[in-house]
């Protein structure tokens, strides 16, 4: 069983930058490949960027490429996405997502779950 934390979500102007973190609680997180997803209001929850178990192997969608950046520290059980950049269309819940094996762009893949961190964006 893993239990996932976010945290860091704000309000943040747009241009500007936030950085949002999920702890995960476990003795074999490295053992996970974990996904950044979020969604807005009225919409449906959209894959954002996944990191491999190593770290090696990242991946995002093309519309936060050049200004997301995922990384992970398992020394730590945290997954971090960096934004910069922001824009107003990038308000959303995130939710992180843990799953064994390789990375995956798909929601239902996904084995855990946590409770979301709300990032807004001002214009």
């Known amino acids: 069983q893993v239990q996932l934390v976010e945290s860091g979500g704000e309000l943040v102007q747009a241009g500007g930058s936030l950085r949002v973190s999920c702890a995960a609680s476990?003795?074999?997180?490295?053992?996970?490949?974990m996904g950044w997803f979020r969604q807005a209001p009225g919409k449906k929850r959209e894959f954002v960027a996944s990191i491999s178990g190593n770290g090696r192997g990242t991946y995002y969608t093309d519309s936060v490429k050049g200004r997301f950046t995922i990384s992970r520290d398992n020394s730590k059980n945290t997954v971090y996405l960096q934004m910069s950049t922001l824009k107003p269309e990038d308000t959303a819940v995130y939710y992180c997502a843990a799953k064994l094996g390789i990375q995956s762009v798909i929601p239902p893949s996904y084995d855990y779950w946590g409770q979301g961190t709300q990032v807004t964006v001002s214009s």
């Open positions: 476990g003795r074999t997180f490295s053992s996970y490949a």
